[in-house]
Structures are given as C-alpha cells and as structure tokens.
C-alpha cells in the first residue's frame, strides 16, 4: 500500500525559509515521479515542483529561484527547500506520486497517489 507523508510545514516570516519533507512507504520513490502541489483558500490546486525518476526537476515560474526539489533514495524522501518565502505561498502542500514531470510541472489529474498535506503559513 503506497503511504505518503509529508512534514516540516510551519508558521515563518516573510523572507524566511523552511523544508518540507515527503517520506514514501510502500513504494520506492526513485522510480517514480514526484511532485509538490499547493493549494490556497479559495483556489485551485496547482503544481509548485516536480522531481522526475530521470533526474530532471521542473518549477512553477513564481517559485523559481526561490524553491528547490531534491530527493535522498536511501530515505526513500523527497524535499522541497522553501527560501525568501513570501505570504503567496501560504497554502497546504501536498506531495503526490506517479504522474508527469515532463518539461513543465504536472497537473493533478495527472498523479495518482497523494498525502494528506502539510500547512505553510507566510505571516509576518
């Protein structure tokens, strides 16, 4: 059965930085797809990063330079590096498994597996 849980959301400052960790069981991640999506009140929810089993790793325009997606196969993890956040970002972040990370983030329909999501709050 595939699990995925993430942590490390928080409550920051605008400007500060946190980690947010998604850890998988059931599956090993290195052969898969991964993404962090988000969703705001009120709004959508959209892709932020994804990390493909190829290596290769996409981001949504607003977060470029400032997010970046890693993975440690031995801790079956992957990671989202959140720095010079701001209160756009507030949001819950999901990671979610299986679907495309080809040349662009991938959409949720296109993923099939998720976690419950972690809560980021960007308040001063």
């Known amino acids: 059965q595939v699990q995925l849980v993430e942590s490390g959301g928080g409550l920051v400052q605008p400007g500060g930085s946190l980690r947010l960790s998604c850890a998988a069981s059931?599956?090993?991640?290195?052969?898969?797809?991964v993404e962090w999506f988000r969703q705001a009140p009120g709004k959508e929810r959209e892709g932020v990063s994804c990390t493909a089993s190829s290596g290769s790793s996409y981001y949504q325009d607003s977060v470029k330079g400032r997010f970046t997606i890693s993975r440690d196969n031995a801790k079956n993890t992957v990671y989202l590096q959140m720095d010079k956040l701001k209160p756009d970002d507030t949001a819950i972040y999901y990671c979610?498994?299986?679907?495309?990370?080809?040349?662009?983030?991938?959409?949720?329909?296109?993923?099939?597996?998720w976690g419950r999501g972690t809560q980021v709050t960007v308040s001063s």
């Open positions: 979610a498994l299986n679907g495309l990370c080809s040349g662009r983030v991938g959409t949720p329909a296109e993923y099939d597996y």
């Open positions: 059931g599956v090993t991640l290195d052969y898969y797809n």
